[in-house]
């Protein structure tokens, strides 16, 4: 599908094409590429293997990162015990969680599940956290190489897609939006459904089908993203190719037609249990017009500390933009901003180039939210557009600043496909002085983008030693447990305990998402008597000890079902907490082993 007076978005065919033989990329060729990938992704971690992979852990043992390895542990639970892999009740007991509804990745889960049961979930997740660079960088070059046929630039667009900015920001353990390799390979398909229209319409729309379940089964936000950048590519595609629409039309019908029966067969129980099943949420899970939700204006040019090249007191400034180093990978660097605009400008006339610039313009408008933020002051009279994606259905939970993920791929599928061009144009058959020049411009944009390798922010997961213990002899199995700390963000280090005993009990609270009481709209299970006061006692806080409030905390624990009280030293001031534990419980504990102290209730 092209349009009058232009190039084709696809690339011409090569003269090995033509004769209508394959271009087959040698398996050394691959066995070197994923080697490379590999050896990057786990360099990142270094921290992590030498720190002891079993019980180290990226930041903490807590907040995201527990939660997260709750998830990878509960699948293979699941599934080994006949239970359903989308809803637990073995969290937030008595009502469960709908984990659908939360970032619960059962794809991954599942595919770890081996690993898991072997080794443990904090191997599986940091294995997984590793491997997230050099799989996105993988599917990347996959794209790449079937479009330009260069193992070089393939390999180049790779690096620059799979250790970008963005997903080196979510390396600090959000696996589910950093595990990205599903997104190029749908460009692929769509670009082959859309525009080339070679082999059966129906197989390509049963793996584009197959590429959405997946994705949906690691992050739904991403498949939103996805989905509205793929339809409103498509729209944009056939208005300025009005006339190629009819001749292609068919064949697009019928490979999505086979896309959406896939979907519903390999993703219709997910996306139920989403939007309908028992403890969904409606509306957006967190807040999508709060200001930490959205990108700077100048996180783009401004480097993070993620970045090998600094710059000071305005690489400070960054760390703040968008939540922190850990949620802002917005940037692009100067260089490589204005080596785009230029082969954008230059190579205009070819589809690709000017529909990739085009894209990657809009989704970087939207990753600046509702309203313009400059250097973290925000202009509240100057409203963007991503007011209007916000009320569309199912996009109300799609952050802003994390549309920077459709900004990373376009500007890697733009810098690709326009060198291509530029050396298809012979720029490196020129003078030498020419071919320098090009080179040391490629060079400087990409320097800036180097990552900040290994990772400095490696804890140990200080998981206490009873629940190492396969055994568990103070605590019958299925037992409802009530932990201090209570399992609520950041002091939720109480998940990881029960992923690492195996569910050996089931668990008061948890760091879930579930709908608010009278209503559907999601909050954290946080709210009860006994979470506000134990995440007081974790933060140091004076709780002031009533009649009535023990009364209604044994009320709270009775109508919750708790048969045992677990309490680990943890927090701003342990021995008041415990000490507030032994007032209220009015009983010795029970038993003390393995870091644990235990009250039978």
């Given at each position: 599908?092209t349009?009058?007076?232009t190039d084709?978005l696809t690339?011409a065919?090569t ?12 398996w ?6 994923i ?11 270094l ?9 180290s ?7 995201d990162?527990a939660q ?6 509960w699948v293979?639970?699941?599934?080994g ?16 969680a ?14 770890a599940?081996?690993?898991t049961?072997l ?8 294995l ?6 050099p ?30 900015p ?10 589910f939006?950093?595990?990205a390799?599903i997104a ?5 398909v ?7 229209q070679?082999?059966r319409?129906?197989?390509w729309?049963?793996l584009?089908?197959?590429?959405l379940?997946?994705q ?6 991403i ?7 793929g339809a ?16 292609h039309l ?11 029966v ?11 249990m989403?939007l309908?099943?028992?403890q969904?949420?409606t ?9 930490g ?6 996180g783009?040019v ?12 305005w ?10 180093r ?20 230059r ?9 990739f610039a085009?894209?990657?313009?809009v ?29 569309l259905?199912?996009l109300?939970?799609?952050f802003?600043?994390?549309?920077a993920?459709c ?12 060198l291509?061009?530029a050396?298809?144009d012979g ?6 002085v ?6 040391s411009l490629?060079g ?7 990552p ?14 009873y ?8 605590i ?9 700390p209570?399992p609520?963000?950041?002091g ?6 029960q ?5 050996h ?20 299970e ?6 506000t ?13 009533t ?6 905390l044994?009320?709270?624990w009775?109508e ?9 030293p ?8 415990l ?13 003390a082993?393995?870091g ?6």
């Amino acid at each position: 599908m092209t349009a009058p007076g232009t190039d084709e978005l696809t690339p011409a065919p090569t003269r090995r094409h033509a004769h209508g033989r394959r271009h087959l990329t040698p398996w050394w060729v691959w066995l070197l590429v994923i080697g490379a990938y590999v050896a990057l992704g786990q360099y990142a971690y270094l921290h992590i293997w030498t720190g002891g992979i079993t019980h180290s852990i990226v930041y903490c043992g807590c907040s995201d990162q527990a939660q997260e390895v709750w998830f990878l542990r509960w699948v293979p639970f699941a599934v080994g015990h006949s239970l359903n892999p989308l809803f637990s009740t073995w969290i937030n007991y008595p009502a469960g969680a709908n984990l659908m509804v939360n970032t619960s990745m059962p794809v991954l889960g599942l595919v770890a599940a081996p690993l898991t049961w072997l080794f443990g979930p904090v191997v599986s997740y940091n294995l997984l956290l590793s491997l997230m660079f050099p799989a996105s960088a993988l599917g990347a070059f996959v794209l790449f190489r079937r479009w330009t046929h260069k193992n070089g630039l393939s390999f180049l667009g790779g690096l620059i897609y799979g250790f970008s900015p963005f997903i080196l920001a979510q390396g600090y353990g959000h696996l589910f939006l950093g595990f990205a390799p599903i997104a190029p390979l749908a460009i692929l398909v769509l670009d082959e459904i859309v525009i080339r229209q070679r082999g059966r319409s129906i197989r390509w729309g049963v793996l584009l089908g197959v590429l959405l379940a997946l994705q949906l089964g690691i992050s739904a936000e991403i498949v939103a993203m996805i989905g509205v950048f793929g339809a409103g590519g498509i729209i944009v595609l056939a208005v300025t190719n009005f006339r190629a629409v009819r001749s292609h039309l068919a064949f697009a019908l019928r490979g999505f037609v086979a896309t959406g029966v896939t979907v519903v067969v390999l993703a219709g129980y997910p996306l139920w249990m989403m939007l309908f099943g028992p403890q969904h949420t409606t509306g957006a899970v967190q807040r999508p017009f709060s200001l930490g939700y959205q990108a700077d204006l100048l996180g783009s040019v401004l480097p993070t500390v993620n970045q090998w090249l600094r710059f000071g007191s305005w690489t400070d400034k960054a760390n703040t933009f968008s939540l922190g180093r850990g949620e802002n990978g917005t940037y692009l660097g100067v260089t490589m901003i204005l080596l785009l605009v230029g082969l954008a400008i230059r190579y205009r006339r070819d589809g690709r180039v000017l529909f990739f610039a085009f894209l990657s313009f809009v989704a970087w408008i939207l990753s600046l939210g509702h309203d313009l933020r400059v250097n973290g002051h925000t202009y509240f009279a100057i409203h963007l557009p991503y007011l209007i994606l916000v009320h569309l259905p199912l996009l109300a939970s799609v952050f802003a600043h994390r549309i920077a993920f459709c900004t990373a791929l376009f500007t890697t599928v733009l810098f690709v496909v326009g060198l291509n061009r530029a050396i298809d144009d012979g720029v490196f058959r020129r003078s030498a002085v020419t071919r320098w020049l090009f080179i040391s411009l490629v060079g400087v944009a990409l320097v800036p983008l180097v990552p900040d390798f290994p990772y400095p922010w490696i804890a140990q997961t200080n998981v206490p030693a009873y629940f190492s213990n396969p055994a568990h002899p103070s605590i019958p199995v299925g037992s409802v447990v009530l932990t201090y700390p209570f399992p609520d963000p950041p002091g939720n280090s109480s998940m990881l305990w029960q992923a690492e005993a195996d569910f050996h009990f089931k668990m008061v609270g948890g760091y879930v998402y579930v709908p608010a009481p009278g209503t559907n709209a999601p909050q954290i299970e946080s709210q009860g008597l006994t979470a506000t006061t134990f995440t007081r006692l974790y933060a140091g806080l004076v709780v002031t000890r009533t009649a009535s409030l023990r009364r209604q905390l044994r009320t709270e624990w009775r109508e919750e079902g708790v048969q045992r009280i677990l309490f680990a030293p943890r927090g701003a001031n342990p021995d008041d907490a415990l000490a507030f534990l032994r007032w209220a419980i009015g009983t010795p504990p029970t038993t003390a082993s393995g870091g644990v102290i235990i009250w039978n209730v």
